[in-house]
Nanobody
Framework: QVRLVESGGGLVQAGGSLRLSCAAS????????MGWFRQAPGKEREFVAA????????DYVDSVKGRFTISRDNAKNTMYLQMHILNPEDTAVYYC????????????????????WGQGTQVTVSS
């Protein structure tokens, strides 16, 4: 079972940037589709971004397109979310998640089931 640990959250002013990291404790990291989700206070968790096993295909929720960039380094078993032009609507707990390739379309990044989750990291954007 893969263990996921997020880091890089914090307090930032509107218009600023943050880079989130997700470290995975699995040498077969490349066998997982990886994704980022977030949950704001009083709201349901939502999909933010995901990336294919090789890093060649990505998907983003419309509200972050052009501002966020997801990437992965399989040699380091790490996934990243670079966030720019942050606004207060981005305030949430951000979660790292992993989905096994087996039994699913490897390029269905958004609707596939994500089985493994990190503990979350808080991102707070002040106006």
């Amino acid at each position: 079972q893969v263990r996921l640990v997020e880091s890089g959250g914090g307090l930032v002013q509107a218009g600023g940037s943050l880079r989130l990291s997700c470290a995975a404790s699995d040498r077969t990291f490349s066998n997982y589709v990886m994704g980022w989700f977030r949950q704001a206070p009083g709201k349901e968790r939502e999909f933010v971004a995901a990336i294919s096993w090789s890093g060649g295909t990505t998907d983003y929720v419309d509200s972050v397109k052009g501002r966020f960039t997801i990437s992965r380094d399989n040699a380091k078993n790490t996934m990243y979310l670079q966030m720019h032009i942050l606004n207060p609507e981005d305030t949430a707990v951000y979660y790292c998640a992993a989905s096994l390739l087996a039994g699913r379309d490897p390029y269905d990044l958004r609707t596939r089931p994500y089985t493994y989750w990190g503990q979350g990291t808080q991102v707070t954007v002040s106006s």
